[in-house]
């Protein structure tokens, strides 16, 4: 029997298909950097990837990680919310910006109480959606099973439902756990500008 796909690997899997060597891409929650190694590894030499975490635990686990694969130097490492990317990530870069990647609640082996907030996590997103490039991708990895998960998993569905439907498509992918506190994923697909 083959072990089902986890939404991490599919959020991996939707990234690669649009981010290319050279790509500039965002990673708004380190956490312990899995999604900061697949997106330097994705952007090669000449790409760069920007991370963002408000614990420094997060950017010291990423910034491990990457030196075990040889990728620090793709990378650039902010103790910053994720609200505040406008501000971090250079004006030549912006709407350029190829992938940008959530995984939302709190930092694993850490505080459970420290957990994205709501106000914080859409002002991000509002941010990504700016610095989009024409035919990039958010992915949005929320939980609903933890304290606070669930409200911010609604919120984010709302906004999400807000989006430009000209500009914007958005998908929804549900864990195979079938359960309201399983993980779901968020798609936000940025289209190629009309001519």
Known sequence: MTKPISLLEI????????VAPGDISLDAT???????????????????VIGF?????????????????????RVTLRLASHADMLLH??????GRVRAVM??????????????????STLAALNAACVLLAPRA???????????GGELE?????????RLDQTCYTTEVILSSHDKPAAPRLFVIRKQADLL
């Open 102 to 119: 959530f995984n939302l609640g709190y930092l694993p082996g850490a505080d459970k109480a420290v957990i994205t907030q709501i106000d």
């Open 30 to 48: 380190l956490g312990n950097g899995h999604d900061t190694v697949f997106l330097a590894r994705s952007i090669g030499i000449g790409g760069h």
């Open 137 to 147: 991708v958010i992915t949005v990895l929320a939980y609903p099973g933890h304290a």
């Open 53 to 73: 975490d408000i614990q420094p635990q997060a950017l010291v686990n990423s910034f491990q990680r990457l030196l075990q694969h040889d990728l620090q130097r």
């Open 153 to 161: 998993t609604e919120q984010l569905a709302a906004w999400s439902q």
């Open 11 to 18: 959020a991996h899997n939707i990234v690669g298909s649009y």
């Open 89 to 94: 990530v250079p004006k030549q870069w912006h």
